[in-house]
């Protein structure tokens, strides 16, 4: 949700628990293992760092700004591995009372505009975190933080999802240094030369929407389409081998017609 006068994201979240005890869901380490990642470190204190990590995906550190009891909480970005624009901004959580032992929280990311590519991704993200997970914790005990990738699919999904959003350096996590693939133009000689590959076709991709997937045993399929720059539209089916949490084959089928036409083929 967009915050009609400053453009920014911006929801609001009532919770069927105190105060108190929404406030130190967010403002503690034991908290926020909980809701957001089992992986942070550091200190919740005004002035010091927190550091998150969310493993295979990316990292950030937050430096905490104002934690007042029980009403409010404020850290600033100060480093995220995936989504660089989000340096130099800031979450705010705000609570209020909102009757017997219930209370509301106005949350605020002071910085993150839909003109941002991760825009919708990171709307989705603080719409399940705070809206189904803190929920969760706050009202039943019940949290849903972040967890590492376990199927197949799940792996295939965050290297998806990484490089589209253009976090290179993630989507490269999820890959075997000794990858293999089998693609309709070009060949690569393990997971650097693809990746730097992907890098490059990447940063013209426009849009991107996944319409299926599948999963069977050590193989996970991808179909969905993308808009790119200078080519148009393409309907691409990637299936991954996957090993250990990382990804060893990629096959791609694909027109590769218009793709010829702009010069991709080596």
Request: with cysteine; aromatic share 10%.
């Amino acid at each position: 949700m967009v915050d009609a006068n400053t453009g920014d994201y911006a929801r609001r979240f009532r919770f069927r628990a105190s105060r108190e005890s929404v406030f130190d869901a967010i403002a503690t380490l034991e908290g926020v293992h909980s809701w957001w990642t089992p992986n942070a470190s550091g200190s919740t204190e005004p002035g010091h760092e927190l550091e998150l990590e969310f493993e295979g995906v990316d990292d950030q550190t937050m430096r905490v700004e104002r934690s007042v009891r029980p009403s409010l909480v404020e850290w600033t970005c100060l480093r995220h591995s995936g989504h660089p624009e989000w340096v130099g901004t800031t979450v705010r959580f705000e609570l209020a009372e909102a009757g017997s032992d219930e209370c509301e929280l106005d949350f605020r990311h002071v910085g993150l505009v839909p003109e941002l590519r991760c825009y919708e991704a990171c709307e989705r993200g603080w719409d399940y975190f705070l809206g189904v997970s803190l929920a969760g914790l706050v009202e039943r005990g019940e949290g849903s933080p972040f967890r590492a990738a376990r199927t197949p699919l799940e792996v295939a999904r965050r290297y998806h999802r990484a490089w589209t959003l253009r976090n290179f350096e993630g989507a490269g996590r999820f890959l075997a240094p000794d990858l293999e693939t089998e693609l309709p133009l070009n060949q690569y000689a393990g997971r650097d030369d693809f990746l730097g590959a992907l890098a490059g076709f990447g940063e013209i991709v426009d849009r991107v929407e996944l319409l299926a997937e599948f999963e069977n045993g050590d193989e996970a399929l991808l179909l969905y389409d993308l808009e790119v720059n200078g080519v148009g539209s393409l309907r691409i089916a990637e299936q991954f081998t996957v090993a250990n949490g990382q990804i060893t084959r990629i096959r791609m089928v694909n027109d590769t017609a218009e793709l010829r036409k702009a010069g991709f083929a080596a």
